[in-house]
């Protein structure tokens, strides 16, 4: 009895598969979108007021005009940036009033004293955690194609 053989030509799969391995070895190119989805994440904490666990608590300002919080100016808000690198994605801001804004903490300013509250926007959310890893699936699937 005569039989069929099918022969499988591996060679555009092996080199896939390198493609594949150096994207994973090199995970740099997947940095700047990256840091474009975080950046995109930390607007959404602005436009939603909320922190990793909770709604913010209304500043002072916002309650008296009616504004959003964090948001009188729009320079805190525009210095957001991504800004990633060879070895990471990035996303900051050089806003020297950032910190006390994110972590919250004591005032002892020329101008204010008491305490800030926490408004922590500086955080990564679950559905942007979610979304990096479809960015990463995205350029797995590019470089196998």
Same mark, same amino acid.
């Given at each position: 009895? $005569?039989?069929?053989? *099918?022969? +499988?030509?591996? @060679? ?7 493609? *594949? &391995? =150096? &994207?994973?070895?090199?995970? $740099?190119?997947? /940095?700047?979108? +990256? ?10 904490? +602005?436009? #939603? ?18 504004? =959003? ?5 729009? @320079?805190?808000? #525009? $210095?957001?940036?991504?800004?990633? #690198?060879?070895?990471?994605?990035? *996303?900051?801001?050089?806003?020297? /009033?950032? $910190?006390?804004? #994110? +972590? ?23 559905? *942007? ?17």
């Amino acid at each position: 009895m $005569s039989g069929t053989r *099918v022969e +499988f030509d591996d @060679r555009a799969l092996k080199e896939a598969m390198r493609t *594949v &391995l =150096s &994207l994973l070895g090199d995970p $740099s190119k997947m /940095y700047p979108d +990256f840091s474009v989805a975080m950046q995109g994440d930390v607007f959404d904490h +602005f436009r #939603n007021e909320t922190g990793p666990t909770e709604k913010w608590e209304k500043s002072r300002r916002a309650k008296l005009s009616g504004g =959003s919080t964090l948001r009188d100016t729009g @320079r805190l808000i #525009n $210095s957001i940036l991504s800004k990633p #690198n060879k070895s990471e994605a990035v *996303v900051e801001t050089d806003t020297r /009033y950032a $910190s006390i804004h #994110n +972590f919250g903490g004591a005032i002892s300013g020329s101008k204010q004293k008491g305490t800030m509250p926490k408004r922590e926007f500086m955080f990564l959310s679950d559905a *942007v955690k979610k979304d990096m890893t479809s960015i990463a699936g995205d350029h797995i699937t590019k470089a196998w194609s």
